[in-house]
């Protein structure tokens, strides 16, 4: 059993850009949560993050995390203490007091949220999630995958409006709920769902994962620093593939229905010239094609990076002439799971003829 570890205002950068990568486009960005979460710390507030070990088994765990467009969370800015607002919305409802707070995914501005929410309740933070990367649907954790309840649940806006529910029939109509109300917030919100014993937390929760982000992160900067090769350095520190380079020649975004979909087109370079990539966009990325054939597709996590300085890129930054290198990391195992796959493989995103097949991690 370990105590953890205190995050200090430097792990917050590293912490984001590792988040940004591991949201695989989507989650949103994570960089003015990262300022806000600075700010609290700079205050005086404390966060510890705790390995899974370190709670007994009948504790309450939280899990919070933002709802709505990415693409809005541009224009939008966070007013910066929805997720706390919910998760006490869902604690009266539920007549407990949480320990400790755990992400609902790691990726994007999601891995930030619990950090924010936990340094305004004074509590620690749980290192791991229920994703392993993002995720835009509020049913694709490994949590409601595996049984956890889909109410009481509540979502807060910027405003101070908290919209509490108190019976729901099961995860998905938690999603179609919670994100028509989103959509009436601004399509910008903060979600707790209702709390969780600390023993199937341990059994349910991808491990690890703000560790993992921080040591992206940091792999990133330290690249910079020496002026290696940002994207050859992450290949290596995480063991994933490079499947494609190129130039972006179009790309399409919509907001509907709460997502923002569409698809990147990219013209290859280097070692793919004359060949064309296209990415499938749901908030994150779903499937990337090469010349017509998937090679990489959901849950299995697509990640463009900047081919020049190896940043993360989010779909809502994504823009005409962007030169990119697009990486393929493997998903945890508990998101390939047959249970797993009905939520969140490529079906699930109105893909019937495509067939998962999962890729190794090298190295």
């Known amino acids: 059993m370990s105590d953890g570890y205190l995050l200090q205002e430097g792990d917050l950068l590293p912490l984001s850009i590792g988040a940004a990568l591991l949201g695989t486009g989507g989650g949103g960005n994570p960089y003015v949560g990262m300022l806000r979460a600075r700010e609290l710390i700079r205050k005086g507030a404390q966060v510890r993050v705790l390995p899974l070990d370190a709670l007994p088994d009948d504790a309450w765990v939280g899990e919070v995390g933002g709802i709505g467009a990415p693409v809005v969370g541009v224009e939008k800015i966070e007013e910066g203490g929805e997720c706390y607002r919910a998760m006490r919305a869902v604690e009266e409802a539920a007549n407990v007091r949480v320990s400790a707070l755990i992400s609902a995914e790691i990726g994007g501005a999601n891995s930030i949220e619990p950090i924010i929410a936990a340094a305004l309740a004074g509590l620690p933070v749980i290192d791991g999630d229920g994703m392993g990367r993002a995720f835009p649907e509020v049913q694709m954790t490994t949590f409601f995958i595996y049984g956890a309840k889909a109410a009481p649940a509540a979502i807060a806006d910027d405003k101070g409006n908290v919209v509490v529910f108190k019976h ?20 910008a919100a903060g979600l ?5 014993r600390m023993d199937f937390v341990r059994k349910t929760a991808v491990p690890g994962t703000v560790t993992q982000a921080l040591n992206i992160g940091r792999t990133v900067q330290n690249a910079r620093s020496r002026r290696q090769n940002v994207v050859d350095r992450l290949i290596a520190e995480t063991g994933a593939t490079l499947f494609f380079t190129g130039k972006i020649t179009d790309i399409r975004r919509e907001l509907l229905g709460g997502f923002a979909r569409g698809h990147a087109l990219l013209a290859g370079s280097d070692g793919y010239h004359g060949q064309e990539g296209r990415i499938a966009i749901q908030n994150e990325n779903l499937v990337l094609w090469v010349d017509g054939e998937p090679v990489i597709m959901v849950p299995d996590l697509i990640i463009n990076l900047d081919l020049e300085t190896g940043e993360p890129l989010t779909t809502e930054v994504l823009r005409y002439g962007q030169r990119v290198a697009v990486i393929g990391l493997p998903v945890h195992p508990l998101m390939k799971t047959p249970e797993a796959l009905k939520v969140v493989g490529p079906q699930a995103f109105g893909y019937p003829d495509l067939t998962f097949h999962p890729l190794e991690l090298k190295g």
């Open 168 to 187: 729901v029939k099961d995860m998905y109509w938690l999603e179609r709920f919670a994100r028509s109300t989103s959509v009436d917030m601004g399509a």
């Open 192 to 196: 707790a769902i209702a709390p969780m």
